[in-house]
């Protein structure tokens, strides 16, 4: 029995609350990660949406639960690609959960911990969470760039 999961992290040089609101505030999140567009804040219990510019289409992000510099947890549909030909289509979306942890270090930076899981066991279920495992770590690196150098790493990189 496999349990799809995974968890990515990374230190950025700033302080806690900058990194924090570099990922909850949507116009921070348009500058380096969500190039689309993110609209609407993270706060516990709201939808909102998230679109980039190399997966064109907006996905509903809902936000469970929001710890103000501390921790942030949301679903979304779990990335499977198309269902499967005569597959029930109701039967098929569903979400897992990604949690980010924002820890203060005691040399001024933060670790930045992003974990998923809830993918289905199967082929796909484990193309989908390397896919996000995948985009998960260039969010980090993107988030890294960003805060500490204004550098946009993702413009450009997909198209």
């Known amino acids: 029995m496999m349990d799809l999961k995974f968890q990515v992290s990374a230190r950025i040089a700033k302080p806690v609350h900058d990194v924090f609101e570099a990922v909850a505030n949507p116009d921070q999140l348009s500058r380096y990660f ?60 569903y979400d897992t959960t990604v949690t980010m942890r924002f820890t203060a270090l005691d040399d001024g930076r933060t670790l930045v911990e992003i974990a998923e899981k809830g993918w289905r066991e199967t082929e796909v279920g484990l193309q989908g969470s390397y896919g996000n495992c995948m985009g998960w770590s260039q969010m980090l690196c993107a988030l890294k760039a960003w805060l500490e150098h204004g550098i946009n790493l993702r413009e450009g990189m997909y198209k």
Do not use: C, H, S
């Open 34 to 93: 969500t190039t689309g567009g993110a609209k609407g804040r993270l706060e516990t219990g709201a939808t909102v949406q998230w679109e980039f510019a190399d997966f064109p289409g907006a996905f509903p992000v809902k936000v469970v639960e929001v710890v103000p510099d501390a921790r942030i947890v949301l679903q979304w549909e779990a990335n499977e690609g198309p269902p499967p030909e005569g597959a029930d289509v109701e039967k098929v979306g």
